[in-house]
Nanobody, 120 residues
């Protein structure tokens, strides 16, 4: 059974940090790219970052560049999203998703999400 399980969300003050984890199972982790997305109430889902397990290529939305860092521990089948200098506009449910090989627009598997709330 394919599973993506996010953890690490919570409530933090503006300027603070959180580290999200995405633990994957049920598929060949090395063959997939893992992306992070977020959705705030009343807004469309937004791609935040992505990492390709095959070559480690990373991508970031302009809104998080310089503040967020994505990394992968292939031995643990886990992808992390280190979020620093958090802003209230980062408040959202954060999801991870898996897509075959490279970061793109056709994600096959999704997690259930973890809530991130940044207070001002």
């Amino acid at each position: 059974e394919v599973q993506l399980v996010e953890s690490g969300g919570g409530l933090v003050q503006a300027g603070g940090s959180l580290r999200l984890s995405c633990a994957a199972s049920g598929f060949t982790f090395d063959d997939y790219a893992i992306g992070w997305f977020r959705q705030a109430p009343g807004k469309e889902r937004e791609g935040v970052s992505c990492i390709s397990s095959s070559d480690g290529s990373t991508y970031y939305a302009d809104s998080v560049k310089g503040r967020f860092t994505i990394s992968s521990d292939n031995a643990k089948n886990t992808v992390y999203l280190q979020m620093n200098s958090l802003k209230p506009e980062d408040t959202a449910v954060y999801y991870c998703a898996a897509e075959s090989v490279v970061c793109g627009n056709e994600y096959d598997y999704w997690g259930q999400g973890t809530q991130v709330t940044v207070s001002s």
